[in-house]
């Protein structure tokens, strides 16, 4: 079975930075593509980023290209999530995610393995 575990989160203020990692288990890590999605309170679930098995591919919301740069160590069955010029409208909980096949997926319907999550709040 599927395990992903997130850790990073926390307080920072606006212009401030943060690194979210998310530790995988359970299939061999380095044949999926990975993501990364969050939610606000009162908001529906959105997606953030998206990364190809080998790490070449990458795929952003709009509203954090230039911001935030998703990365994986395949050596460490690891996803990461740098946020950087973080804005109080980043404030949500950030969920790391595992489509069941190899292909990257921006749809939040494509993701079958879920993270319990980490939240990243961000002071004005």
């Known amino acids: 079975q599927v395990q992903l575990v997130e850790s990073g989160g926390g307080l920072v203020q606006a212009g401030g930075s943060l690194r979210l990692s998310c530790a995988a288990s359970g299939r061999t890590f380095s044949n999926y593509a990975m993501g990364w999605f969050r939610q606000a309170p009162g908001k529906e679930r959105e997606f953030v980023a998206a990364i190809g098995w080998s790490g070449r591919t990458t795929f952003y919301a709009d509203s954090v290209k230039g911001r935030f740069t998703i990365s994986r160590d395949n050596a460490k069955n690891t996803v990461y999530l740098q946020m950087n010029s973080l804005k109080p409208e980043d404030t949500a909980v950030y969920y790391c995610?595992?489509?069941?096949?190899?292909?990257?997926?921006?749809?939040?319907?494509?993701?079958?393995?879920w993270g319990q999550g980490t939240q990243v709040t961000v002071s004005s």
């Open positions: 995610a595992a489509p069941p096949s190899s292909v990257i997926t921006i749809s939040i319907n494509e993701y079958a393995y």
